[in-house]
């Protein structure tokens, strides 16, 4: 009888120890991926407000928080998802927020917001041109893959100059 509880002690010791292990490789492979999913960020976290100087797209704080912490990992994320019917709009956003527009050319006026035109702009869902999503896939690509022409990670807003001025220092 001693025999038969001590086998089973350590067999029920050996099968808890097991299911840790297990548990604990779960939650680290679960962690990591979290860190390759997509953001779960769609058109729905741009708002726009219109005022005196024309559309002002206002975010969610996820994708706020998102925005802050961009990756070269998450540009090709926002790159390629400017073709996505749901996901354009805060991916256009989300790179003029974070690398200031995509060139000097791209319009911006009272009812376009550096490329992007709304209908209906103060409803809960506002409605985007199904052309502007390959027009801004094409000035974003372009503008991406020009190191020189593009705005430093981070260190620009949205009126904010591409380029800092040489400051000569005397010594």
Not at 106 to 127: A, C, F, M, N, R
Not at 133 to 148: E, I, P, S
């Amino acid at each position: 009888m001693f025999k038969i509880t001590a086998v089973a002690s350590i067999l029920c010791m050996t099968l808890f120890i097991a299911s840790e292990v297990a548990t604990a490789n779960f939650k680290d492979k679960e962690k990591s991926e979290l860190k390759k999913n997509e953001p779960a960020l769609d058109n729905s976290d741009v708002r726009w407000n219109g005022g005196f100087l024309g559309l002002l797209p206002r975010i969610s704080k996820p994708a706020d928080k998102w925005i802050k912490k961009i990756s070269p990992e998450d540009e090709k994320w926002l790159l390629k998802n400017l073709l996505h019917e749901d996901r354009f709009a805060i991916c256009h956003v989300a790179l003029v927020l974070h690398w200031g527009p995509p060139s000097k050319d791209i319009e911006h006026s009272l009812v376009i917001w550096y490329g992007l035109s709304t209908k209906d702009e103060s409803s809960p869902k506002p409605q985007y041109k199904k052309s502007d999503r390959k027009k801004l896939y094409d000035v974003w690509t372009k503008a991406l893959a020009n190191r020189k022409s593009r705005y430093k990670y981070g260190q620009t807003g949205i009126s904010a100059p591409p380029f800092k001025k040489k400051v000569n220092k005397k010594h």
